[in-house]
Structure formats: structure tokens, C-alpha cells
């Protein structure tokens, strides 16, 4: 997590991420950490959410870095305990026949603000589909559309 922090703030500011699998589980994470740090204003630090908008496809639970910064072990996050913990503009794509980790999707959204998180689901499995399947394709691009445009108009 420090590298991906030290990265950041070397090579940005970033507006936006896109994360596939477990990509989406760091870039969560990261920003589920941000946001609690945020929380805490009595505490000297200098973050701030890193991305203005976040694109997800097929993501699954990030770690819980309280827990791990308290216990010093990993453990998935609890979704019920952290809903809608991440408040910037969010994009989930995943599909329903996802037979290599069915369990990615629907439960990182449910750690996103309802109000500004987009979801599309399409019928393929563990992959983000390409062009070749137009209709869903056409989906995909008005899902992260939405997420932009709700970035750009919170500036």
C-alpha cells in the first residue's frame, strides 16, 4: 500500500482509476484506507481520496485496513460493518457467469456510495468484455460515462 501511495504521489494527481480483479481489491482498499484517515481529523496526516472517480471491473473484497493495521493480519473487510465507505463517483462492472470468483461484484459496490455509484452486469464471466459484443460493450462505456460525468460535476 505505501508503494502504491509513494507512486501516486510521484506521478499524479490521477482523476480517475480503472482496476480489473485483483487490481479493483487494491484500488479499493487504498481508498477505503484514505477515507477512514479522513475520518479521523485529530490525526496528523496529509491524505486525501487519491482518484475523483473509480471504474471497477470485476472486484472483489478488499482487505480490511483497520484490522490490519490494529492486528497486523489480513482479513477481507466486513461490507456490513463499512457500507458505502467509499464516497467518490464508482463504476462496477462484473458478469453473472463468473465461474473463477463468483463472489467479485456485487459486494465491493455494496462499499460505494449509493448515490454515486453505477452498475452494469453482463452475461460473460471473470473478463471485461471487448467491442465484439456491442450491446454490452455500449453498456460498459454509458456505466463509466455516468461515473465521469458525476466526477465532473462534483468538482
Known amino acids: 500500500m505505501e508503494d502504491l ?9 490521477f482523476d480517475a482509476v480503472m482496476a480489473f480483479s485483483q487490481g479493483a481489491i487494491i484500488a ?10 479522513l475520518r479521523h481529523p485529530r490525526r496528523s496526516c496529509s491524505h486525501s481520496q487519491p482518484f475523483k472517480c473509480a471504474i471497477f471491473f470485476s472486484g472483489g473484497t478488499p482487505g480490511d485496513p ?8 489480513l482479513q ?26 463468483p463472489d467479485y461484484g456485487p459486494p465491493l459496490s455494496q462499499l460505494c456510495s449509493a ?24 453498456g460498459i462505456v454509458r456505466c463509466v460515462q455516468r ?5 465532473v460535476a462534483l468538482q
Not at 501511495?5 to 494527481?13: L, Q
Not at 479499493?28 to 484517515?37: D, E, H, K, T
Not at 461515473?147 to 466526477?151: H, L, N, Q
Request: contains cysteine.
Open 28 to 37: 479499493s482498499g487504498l481508498m477505503i484506507y484514505n477515507q477512514l484517515q
Open 76 to 101: 477481507l473487510i466486513d461490507c456490513a460493518a463499512y457500507q458505502e465507505v467509499i464516497r467518490v463517483p464508482t463504476a462496477h462492472v462484473w458478469g453473472t457467469n463468473d465461474s473463477d470468483h
Open 66 to 73: 483497520a484490522a490490519f493495521l490494529q492486528h497486523g493480519h
Open 5 to 13: 501511495e509513494a507512486y501516486i504521489a510521484s506521478e499524479g494527481p
Open 147 to 151: 461515473t465521469i460525468d458525476r466526477a
Open 115 to 138: 448515490e454515486l455509484r453505477s452498475i452494469f452486469v453482463h452475461d460473460g464471466g471473470h473478463e471485461v468484455p471487448g467491442p465484439k459484443e456491442r450491446d454490452v460493450f455500449r
